[in-house]
C-alpha cells in the first residue's frame, strides 16, 4: 500500500516535530514533514503547490500562525487564511484536491475558531494537540489522517465518474435515503469541487450514524455482544453490506436499510428486528447457527429496556430510547439518527464528564423539573 505524506505547517515546527514524529510512528503508512509559514501567503501557497507536486496527501495546519515571530517576522495569517485560499485554488483545478485539517490548543479553538462559524466549512477534520497524546491516540488519528487522504483520492476518481450519491458511495440497492441522494443533488453544482463532496460525505454520511451505523449500533440493534459478533457467522453474513465508499477506513460501518433489509428475508415471521427483546434476537440469530446462544447484549441497568435502538452516546453501550434523553440535533440532517444517553448519565454527568449543555433543552427542563 502506497505511503501518505502530510506537510504540517506551524510556527514552532521544533516544538511540534516531536509530536509529529510519533504520530508518524503509529503507521509504516504515514509521513508528516513540517515547516514554519512564510512571511507572504502567495509564497505559502506557492511552498503548497510545490510540495503537492511530490505527492503531499494532506495538510496539518495549525490555528495560530501568527504567535511567533520567524526569519521573515511575524506572519499577518492564520489556518482559515491558507484553507481558504487553498480550497478556491481547489476549486478552480489549480491544484489538486486534498484534505485540510486544523490542529490546535483547546482554549484558541474555543476562543477564535468555534466562533468563525465562516470557517467551519474548510477542514475536514480537527485535532486537539493536548489530548494526542498515547499509543491508542496516535494510532486513531493516524488511521484517520490516512483515511482523509485515501478518501479524497478515491473521491476524485468517483467524481469523474459519477455524480450519484449512491453510486459515489457503493450503496447497496435502497440503501440510500431519498432525501439524502436531494440533498446532494440540490448542493451540486456544475464542475462540484471533490472538497464540496467530501464535506457532504463526511459531515452527513460518515461521521454520522442514519444511513451508516458502526459496529457498536449494529450490535445493539441486532442485540448480540460486540465480541460475539466479531468472527461470527453474523458478521459473514453482513459483509456484503459493509460500507467500502470514500471514508470508509477510520472504522468499520454498515448499510442499515441493507441490513434491515436482509433481516426481513431472513426471519419473515419477525420482519421488524427493532421491535423484538435483544433474548428474541438473539434467539432466531442462534437458531441459524449465526451467534451463540449466550451472545445477548447487556443492558446499562436493571430495569432498562432491551428493545435496542442504538447506544449511548457516551457510554457506547446499548440503549432503548426511552431509557434516555435526547441529544441537541435542531442542525441534523433529516435523515441521520437522533442521539441519546442513559438516564445514568444525565443524572450524573460529572461522574461520565459529560457536558449537560449537548442535551436538547426540552431533556434538560425534564431534569430539572424532576429534581
Known sequence: MSQINYLCIDDQPEEVRAKLELLGRASDRLRLGCVAPTKSLDDMVTEIGLRQEQDIGGLLIDLRLDRVAGKEGRVQYNAPTIAQHIRSLMAMRKLQ????????????????YDPDRFSHDLFDEILDKDSLEGPERFSSTANVLIDLAEGYKQLSTELARTRKLASILQAPKSAID??????????????RSVSDAARFILESVVKQEGLLVSKETLCARLGVLDTSFEGSQLQAALEAFRYRGPFCGRRPMWWWKAVQAWWSTTFKSNPSVLTLEASQRVQLLHEKSMVGKDAEAKRIQDGYSSRFTGVCAVQMKPLDPIDGYLLDGEQARPWLDRQ??????????????FDMSRLDPRARASIRGSK
Open 340 to 353: 441519546y444517553v442513559s438516564r445514568e448519565v444525565a443524572h450524573a454527568p460529572a461522574r461520565f464528564g
Open 178 to 191: 431519498v432525501r439524502a441522494e436531494a440533498a446532494f443533488d440540490a448542493e451540486q453544482t456544475n464542475g
Open 97 to 112: 484536491a486534498l484534505p485540510i485539517v486544523l490542529w490546535t490548543l483547546p482554549n484558541y479553538k474555543k476562543a477564535l
